[in-house]
């Protein structure tokens, strides 16, 4: 998230937008704008794919470069590569990829339950996007993220940043978790 501060919120007029997963809780949490009418978070219906999809949208619509930052079983869900390399959109996705829907498991552990069906084989999302004829990188260590960053903020058309990141890190959303069950809430759903 410092990264992307730094990288894109600070240096660019870029819209970010968040993904319903952990990445919401992780940007909503670390990320500050100066101005308004540059993040995009749905936390009401919070459906996966507004962002993965959303992103083509609001670079295509607003004609300057919009950035994505999401699960990667939301990019697996849903995602709109291809349209964003038909218009030659300025998208970028910044895909935190952790091989697993991450908040389901962790919001399963917070609750005293055993996580069933939520890890899936990795991806390699930066594959995933050449081959459908966008840019793709893969991150693999903390210290290219800076230049990859860079690179995906200067690069014409739409460009896939994949982030292997470290799934034992909690994103920042378990208070609610908490609150919601002292509160006496029915069911099992992780994401409220
Ligand atoms: C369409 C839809 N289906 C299911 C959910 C419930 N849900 C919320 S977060 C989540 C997991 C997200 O996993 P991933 O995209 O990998 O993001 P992570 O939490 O790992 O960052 C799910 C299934 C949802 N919000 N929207």
Redesign the pocket.
């Known amino acids: 998230m410092h990264a992307i501060q730094e990288v894109v919120v600070d240096k660019s007029e870029a819209i970010v937008l968040t ?5 919401f809780a992780w940007t909503t949490h670390f990320l500050r704008f100066s101005s308004p009418g540059r993040y995009r978070v749905s936390v009401g219906f ?4 507004h962002a993965v999809a959303g992103v083509v949208g609001a670079a295509h619509g607003s004609g300057k470069k919009a950035v994505a930052v ?5 990019m697996l ?1 849903l995602n709109e590569i291809n349209t964003a390399v038909a218009l030659q959109a300025e998208a970028v996705w910044i895909v ?1 990829n ?1 091989a ?5 498991e962790s919001g399963m552990r917070a609750q005293g339950m055993v996580p069933v069906a939520v890890q899936f084989p990795r991806v390699d999302f930066g594959a995933v996007a050449k081959a459908m004829g966008a840019e793709g990188i893969r991150v693999t260590e903390e210290s290219e993220l800076d230049a990859a960053l860079r690179t995906a903020m200067a690069t014409k058309g739409p460009i896939l940043v994949d982030v292997i990141i470290d799934p034992t890190r909690t994103a920042p959303f378990l208070r609610r978790i908490e609150s919601l069950m002292s509160q006496g809430a029915q069911g099992n759903r992780a ?1 409220g």
């Open positions: 993904e319903a997963g952990n990445a919070g459906s996966m794919g999401v699960g990667d079983g939301a869900m935190l952790d697993r829907y991450g908040m389901i994401d």
